[in-house]
């Protein structure tokens, strides 16, 4: 196995299965975790060690302290660079530290981005608490729009960041059209993965440079573990964000390293059946009085349902309404459940529900992002189907 210079190998790997022609279910499953040569174990062994031993001086087997690199950290970066369809895979502790990691490596002071006018309330955060103060300037910007997001590029944008579908508002972007956007402007499009994840949406495929993902959510998959992930099809860039995650020091260690991997051994057949639960979902909030609005990629009204259609294998998990009670009804309905559980965080095998506007969301309260006082979004898990449906009719029967 060949190493770079920070400990991981980061393209030979996934290249091996990637160009492979596999499935996706295989790869997930091989790409990066051949059987330990030592002992011929089937899982890759997690590597709880801080360093390695040298025979002399600069002489080792290509890994010499965990922060530049882990065999079990190289295992899930190679897994992750095949699964997305890219040559460079890279984990990190958390998606913010993911996010930071590849902002301060494409941005410097004087740089512009524009951001969905619905991004995560971290991501949100991150702009305008952190990065707004070392110079980098934001847009927010309705990604849906493709004139408006043309209209914000600035000599000096450095970077498109788009989420499709969004969180909390489940808003869809057209990724190649956006691709083509920041290609005219010369700048990048990153694209976070995290609510589709890489079974339903291939955005390298579709001229995206960079992905981004919170591997904590439907990669990891049973709310273990607290992760991220770039994945890039660029070598070149790559190797700058390869030195940029060493530098700044934010990766997992190889225990959370090992729970991602172990998580996305099952992502496809997880996600066939989160969908298929959310389907349920639905129609069950559809046929409710109680509910002002449903918002789900997946309905033929959805704005953006044509080109989510065009662009993902099936709608996902996640799913937001509006209560015709207001935030008080929206509030009681949290409460209200016994199979949701109240929580944050999403992407676990287990469902969860949550406020957006008090909880994840509460850090753009008063910007422009704000979201509305009367939405709920679940996290739709892989429980028996009728149970969910019967958890939410009584919490909105309660209202």
Known sequence: MSVDDFGSDVHGEADRWADGGFGFETLAIHAGQDPDPTTGAVVVPIYQTSTFVQSEVGLHKGYEYSRSGNPT???????????EGGRTGLAFASGLAAEDCLLRTVT???AHVVIPDDAYGGTYRLFAGVLARWGVDYTPVALGD??????AVRPETALIW????????LNIADIAGLAQIAADGGARLVVDNTFAS???????????????HSTTKYLGGHSDVVGGALVTADSGFGDELAYSQNAMGGVPGAFDAWLVLRGAKTLGVRMDRHCANAQRVVELLQS???????????????PGHEVAAKQMKDFGGMVSFRLA??????????KATRVFTLGESLGGVESLIEHPGRMTHASVAGSQLEVPADLVRLSVGIE??????????????SV
């Open 73 to 83: 950290r190289t295992a899930l970066e190679s897994c992750l660079a095949a699964l």
């Open 108 to 110: 410097k002071p004087g």
């Open 146 to 151: 493709l004139d408006a997001v043309r209209a």
């Open 162 to 169: 788009c989420e499709t579908p969004t969180n909390p508002l």
């Open 198 to 212: 890489p079974y339903l949406q291939q955005p390298l495929a579709l001229g995206a440079d960079v992905v981004v």
């Open 288 to 302: 409710s009085d109680e509910v002002a609005e449903v918002l789900y990629p997946g309905l033929a009204e959805h």
């Open 325 to 334: 009670g207001g935030e008080q009804a929206a509030l009681d309905v949290c």
């Open 384 to 397: 028996t189907a009728d149970d969910l449906l019967e958890d939410l009719s009584a919490a909105l029967a």
